[in-house]
T-cell receptor, first 109, second 117 residues
Framework: AQSVTQPDIHITVSEGASLELRCNYS??????LFWYVQSPGQGLQLLLK??????LVQGIKGFEAEFKRSQSSFNLRKPSVHWSDAAEYFC???????FGPGTRLSVLP | GAVVSQHPSWVICKSGTSVKIECRSL??????MFWYRQFPKQSLMLMAT?????????EQGVEKDKFLINHASLTLSTLTVTSAHPEDSSFYIC?????????????FGSGTRLTVV
């Protein structure tokens, strides 16, 4: 079965701190993986995607994600969080478009 | 909780006909729903934001007369692809926000794969 899990429903970090959002997937072949961000009242915005090649993917807004096949993971990272990063983040499996449940990020000043 | 039902899950239609896709929030009221489409090996593209009781807000480049969106109640939004053509073949997915759900509250439908022949 194809599935995406995001273990953390809500994460709070201080501005300037580093961030890692977890994503695990279940898929029988090489997955297409995405990370999206959704700000309140807005639609999804693509942060980055992995199809093949380099397992460390760079995205917009200073985000990066690393595909680890052995761990079935695609965790999103940012070295220094800004207050404007507060939003909800979704990991997605691209073949049949399965979304994770989302992780809400709050940023403390 | 927080289930969004999308129907049909797949549909094949003839060129020139219209197809209606339904997005229902089953156990919560959604004042706002989003409609997306995805082309093969591409990311989702936001088509429009559907607001209950008012006109939808379409993204730039999306033809509002071709993709009719109606959000007549707090639990139902519909997307009608009018006079469908093969280039409209795509995967369409909706999402709705449950304000009572932990986190941001967005839940996605299972998607509709449209094939126009």
């Amino acid at each position: 079965a194809q599935s995406v899990t995001q273990p953390d429903i809500h994460i709070t970090v201080s501005e300037g701190a580093s961030l890692e959002l977890r994503c695990n997937y279940s898929y029988g072949a090489t997955p297409y993986l995405f990370w999206y961000v959704q700000s309140p009242g807005q639609g999804l915005q693509l942060l980055l995607k992995y199809f093949s090649g380099d397992t460390l993917v760079q995205g917009i807004k200073g985000f990066e994600a690393e595909f680890k096949r052995s761990q079935s993971s695609f965790n999103l990272r940012k070295p220094s969080v800004h207050w404007s990063d507060a939003a909800e983040y979704f990991c997605g499996l691209g073949q049949n478009f399965v979304f994770g449940p989302g992780t809400r990020l709050s940023v403390l000043p | 909780g927080a289930v969004v039902s999308q129907h049909p899950s797949w549909v094949i239609c003839k060129s020139g006909t219209s197809v209606k896709i339904e997005c229902r929030s089953l156990d919560f009221q959604a004042t706002t729903m989003f409609w997306y489409r995805q082309f093969p090996k591409q990311s989702l593209m936001l088509m429009a934001t559907s607001n209950e009781g008012s006109k939808a807000t379409y993204e730039q480049g999306v033809e509002k007369d071709k993709f009719l969106i109606n959000h007549a109640s707090l639990t139902l939004s519909t997307l009608t692809v009018t006079s469908a053509h093969p280039e409209d073949s795509s995967f369409y997915i909706c999402s709705a926000r449950d304000p009572n759900r932990a986190g941001g509250g967005y839940t996605f439908g299972s998607g509709t794969r449209l094939t126009v022949v």
